[in-house]
């Protein structure tokens, strides 16, 4: 599950090479590793090793040689001359018995299979002149491309592509994930992901202590919401949906749907009085409750059965939504700000931030997509190279005081003490209207059964990613409500729980 920016996956290695595990160890338990993937991705033909000047390059060069004892026509390119390696990368290369061709284009030639050794996940600068030219060759080629750590011309930690990068058909990686495997647009140039062991305990992560995780039941088990059988549905929770005006009440009842179908006991949606009938006529399961104004809300909100709020979806952006924000906050109550809720802030966001703060024992999450996100966060521009999307919701947690989950194909959660998900399960055709709706019906259905809010957002988003792939291709946003019971049953026999 742990997640390792490139400074912690040197730390890893450093810590395991201080504990009695040669470098040189390591480099050859993964060539080994690369080879092996090579022959299950491609198992006849000539193979090229594209080899850097560094570490990537020396698991380039076991590889190579591994190939060739098994009986594989292999080349290796080399970007460097021999005698300018170091270290480990200069024992690999003094494994690899045979001429090396130039560094060139040219010297690719029609391989069943390239292997990107070029350069690691800790590149750090903008690829340039030859280096270039063989990315863009490799891509060009038409050969299957297996990278080594990370495809070259990633940034690991930022996932930021480096002026070029190639772009691999499988990549393999040691011991745990990098962010650019998550993260876009990295995560798109590495093709299928195989993490393989090379030898590292798993212990060295107690003094590692990463924060940030793959967001993936395993992740979240512990704080998974399972009925009781001695329950009923007040244990389970209430929540209180708010709805818009007349002509957009579909959104907040779509929510309403999803935090039903995310286990919530009761859920009640309130209703402006002119929409009363066209929502109490469209649901049957969801209460309908008149509300009009905040001190409406504030009046429904005294019934402390009610635990969790959702607010955004269709209530329309101004001052009216801003009073119905602070009086859900000041009431204590957990609560899900989407949509509306958050574009009504924009022109005031500390004003959110300080409400938000002082709601204790309130939990809070935060649900923009990245049109909505700099309404909030002006400053956290996605357009800076060096700063990925991790970094900047890790800065609007820390700075909002509340659980950021920013949206998207690599749908990001940051809460306020550092802990971090990335997930990576959501098919394309998750992108359509209602959608984000749903999603935060289910981030409140679930805080309504007890889950702190950093692992209902994970929840949330590792359910809605799986009921769109339940759903499949085709899908609008009032399916995902429907698929969610397959979900429950997904997990429930993933944990081994009776149903």
Same mark, same amino acid.
């Given at each position: 599950?742990?997640?390792?920016?490139?400074?912690?996956?040197?730390?890893?290695?450093?810590?395991?090479?201080?504990?009695?595990?040669?470098?040189?160890?390591?480099?050859?338990?993964?060539?080994?590793?690369?080879?092996?993937?090579?022959?299950?991705?491609?198992?006849?033909?000539?193979?090229?090793?594209?080899?850097?000047?560094?570490?990537?390059?020396?698991?380039?060069?076991?590889?190579?040689?591994?190939?060739?004892?098994?009986?594989?026509?292999?080349?290796?390119?080399?970007?460097? $001359?021999?005698?300018? *390696?170091?270290?480990?990368?200069?024992?690999?290369?003094?494994?690899?018995?045979?001429?090396?061709?130039?560094?060139?284009?040219?010297?690719?030639?029609?391989?069943?299979?390239?292997?990107?050794?070029?350069?690691?996940?800790?590149?750090?600068?903008?690829?340039?002149?030859?280096?270039?030219?063989?990315?863009?060759?490799?891509?060009?080629?038409?050969?299957?491309?297996?990278?080594?750590?990370?495809?070259?011309?990633?940034?690991?930690?930022?996932?930021?592509?480096?002026?070029?990068?190639?772009?691999?058909? $499988?990549?393999?990686?040691?011991?745990?994930?990098?962010?650019?495997?998550?993260?876009?647009?990295?995560?798109?140039?590495?093709?299928?992901?195989?993490?393989?062991?090379?030898?590292?305990?798993?212990?060295?992560?107690?003094?590692?202590?990463?924060?940030?995780?793959?967001?993936?039941?395993?992740?979240?088990?512990?704080?998974?919401?399972?009925?009781?059988?001695?329950?009923?549905?007040?244990?389970?929770?209430?929540?209180?949906?708010?709805?818009?005006?007349?002509?957009?009440?579909? =959104?907040?009842?779509?929510? =309403?749907?999803?935090? *039903?179908?995310?286990?919530?006991?009761?859920?009640?949606?309130?209703?402006?009085?002119?929409?009363?009938?066209?929502?109490?006529?469209?649901?049957?399961?969801?209460?309908?409750?008149?509300?009009?104004?905040?001190?409406?809300?504030?009046?429904?909100?005294?019934?402390?059965?009610?635990?969790?709020?959702?607010?955004?979806?269709?209530?329309?952006?101004?001052?009216?939504?801003?009073?119905?924000?602070?009086?859900?906050?000041?009431?204590?109550?957990?609560?899900?700000?989407?949509?509306?809720?958050?574009?009504?802030?924009?022109?005031?966001?500390?004003?959110?931030?300080?409400?938000?703060?002082?709601?204790?024992?309130?939990?809070?999450?935060?649900?923009?997509?990245?049109?909505?996100?700099?309404?909030?966060?002006?400053?956290?521009?996605?357009?800076?190279?060096?700063?990925?999307?991790?970094?900047?919701?890790?800065?609007?947690?820390?700075?909002?005081?509340?659980?950021?989950?920013?949206?998207?194909?690599?749908?990001?959660?940051?809460?306020?003490?550092?802990?971090?998900?990335?997930?990576?399960?959501?098919?394309?055709?998750?992108?359509?209207?209602?959608?984000?709706?749903?999603?935060?019906?289910?981030?409140?259905?679930?805080?309504?059964?007890?889950?702190?809010?950093?692992?209902?957002?994970?929840?949330?988003?590792?359910?809605?990613?799986?009921?769109?792939?339940?759903?499949?291709?085709?899908?609008?946003?009032?399916?995902?409500?429907?698929?969610?019971?397959?979900?429950?049953?997904?997990?429930?026999?993933?944990?081994?729980?009776?149903?």
């Amino acid at each position: 599950m742990e997640v390792l920016t490139t400074a912690e996956m040197e730390r890893v290695d450093r810590l395991t090479i201080a504990a009695g595990t040669p470098g040189f160890a390591l480099m050859l338990s993964a060539g080994q590793a690369v080879a092996e993937a090579a022959q299950h991705l491609v198992d006849e033909g000539p193979v090229l090793v594209i080899a850097g000047p560094g570490n990537n390059g020396g698991d380039g060069f076991v590889a190579a040689a591994e190939l060739a004892a098994q009986g594989r026509e292999v080349s290796v390119i080399q970007m460097c $001359e021999r005698e300018a *390696l170091q270290g480990d990368a200069a024992s690999a290369a003094r494994g690899w018995k045979y001429p090396v061709l130039p560094f060139n284009p040219h010297a690719i030639g029609r391989p069943a299979l390239i292997i990107d050794a070029l350069f690691g996940a800790g590149l750090s600068r903008a690829v340039e002149g030859e280096p270039r030219a063989m990315i863009e060759a490799i891509n060009a080629n038409g050969a299957p491309v297996l990278a080594v750590d990370l495809p070259s011309g990633v940034n690991g930690t930022t996932a930021a592509i480096m002026g070029a990068a190639v772009s691999a058909t $499988e990549t393999v990686t040691f011991f745990r994930k990098k962010p650019a495997h998550l993260l876009l647009p990295g995560r798109l140039r590495c093709g299928r992901v195989r993490v393989v062991d090379i030898g590292i305990d798993a212990r060295v992560l107690d003094e590692i202590r990463p924060q940030t995780f793959e967001n993936t039941p395993q992740c979240w088990r512990e704080s998974f919401p399972v009925p009781r059988t001695d329950g009923h549905k007040y244990s389970r929770g209430h929540v209180l949906a708010l709805s818009g005006g007349i002509t957009a009440t579909g =959104a907040a009842r779509m929510s =309403a749907r999803a935090a *039903l179908r995310a286990g919530a006991g009761l859920v009640t949606l309130a209703s402006p009085r002119d929409a009363l009938a066209v929502n109490a006529g469209a649901l049957t399961a969801v209460m309908v409750r008149a509300v009009d104004t905040p001190v409406e809300l504030g009046r429904e909100l005294a019934d402390e059965r009610y635990n969790a709020v959702v607010i955004g979806p269709g209530a329309g952006v101004g001052p009216r939504t801003v009073d119905f924000v602070h009086t859900a906050l000041s009431a204590g109550r957990h609560i899900v700000l989407d949509a509306d809720a958050l574009t009504s802030f924009a022109d005031a966001p500390d004003h959110l931030f300080q409400a938000v703060k002082a709601a204790s024992p309130s939990q809070v999450v935060l649900t923009p997509h990245e049109g909505e996100f700099p309404r909030l966060f002006s400053d956290m521009s996605n357009k800076h190279p060096g700063r990925s999307k991790l970094d900047r919701v890790h800065a609007a947690a820390e700075r909002s005081g509340a659980v950021v989950l920013l949206k998207g194909p690599d749908t990001t959660i940051v809460a306020p003490d550092g802990r971090a998900t990335i997930a990576a399960n959501a098919p394309p055709w998750l992108a359509t209207a209602g959608a984000g709706d749903v999603l935060a019906g289910i981030i409140a259905g679930l805080m309504a059964q007890g889950v702190p809010a950093f692992e209902a957002a994970s929840i949330a988003v590792w359910m809605h990613g799986e009921a769109a792939r339940e759903a499949g291709p085709g899908l609008i946003a009032e399916d995902l409500p429907e698929v969610l019971p397959a979900v429950h049953r997904h997990i429930y026999d993933e944990f081994g729980i009776d149903y």
